[in-house]
């Protein structure tokens, strides 16, 4: 009897416990940090909703610069110990007309540090505003595009291409998504977390 016990409180165990549960940590800024809403209604609670499999850590921080979250990474994986680390930064870089070529160095060492733990890492794609010259917006840009192929990771399209253009996703500042886009936000960003959490 004490043994059909024991089998089925182990049975229970493996039942309960996904087989492909991952701990996902998104390192980001204000985009994923969802500044100026409740963060229960940002995009990154919306993803644990909808992939309750996984665990998700939100270490987004708002103003939040490349060599921020470089600092932060350290403790970060010690603690999350992630599987995955999606990177979600740069924007601040950028607004602040920080050199490409110091965005580039700070990702690269973000994504070593990411790989060196044991986790992949996916990367997305930030944009800058037109107003900052053709020259700038365009060398900022290749930066992400020049990292995925030489690192070897999935880079995912800017989400606030969709968002950006359309003032009833926006708060008033123009910059930040507002609540009503971070579903939008979730959607985009489920199944490139999920193709990288099955390679």
């Known amino acids: 009897m004490a043994k059909h016990i024991l089998a089925f409180a182990l049975l229970s165990v493996f039942v309960a416990t996904p087989a492909h549960a ?42 939040e610069t490349t060599a921020g979250g470089l600092r932060r990474l350290p403790a970060l994986l010690d603690s999350v110990a992630p599987d995955l680390v999606v990177v979600e930064l740069g924007g601040n870089d950028g607004l602040r007309g920080f050199p490409p070529t110091q965005l580039e160095k700070n990702l690269i ?11 992949k890492v996916l990367l997305t794609e930030i944009m800058v505003p037109p107003n900052y010259g053709p020259r700038y917006t365009q060398k900022f840009t290749q930066v992400y595009q020049d990292i995925s192929k030489a690192q070897d990771i999935m880079l995912i399209p800017f989400f606030m291409q969709d968002i950006a253009p359309y003032p009833e996703l926006m708060q008033r500042d123009g910059i930040h998504p507002n609540e009503k886009a971070q579903a939008k936000i979730a959607n985009w960003m489920q199944p490139w977390i999920e193709k990288a959490l099955t390679q």
């Open 109 to 119: 060492q973000i994504i070593t540090l990411a790989k060196d733990s044991g986790a």
């Open 22 to 63: 991952a701990r996902v940590l998104i390192l980001g800024d204000s985009l994923g940090a969802s500044y100026g809403i409740a963060e229960q209604s940002g995009w990154v609670a919306l993803l644990q909703e909808k992939l309750p499999e996984h665990e998700f850590t939100n270490g987004s921080v708002s103003g």
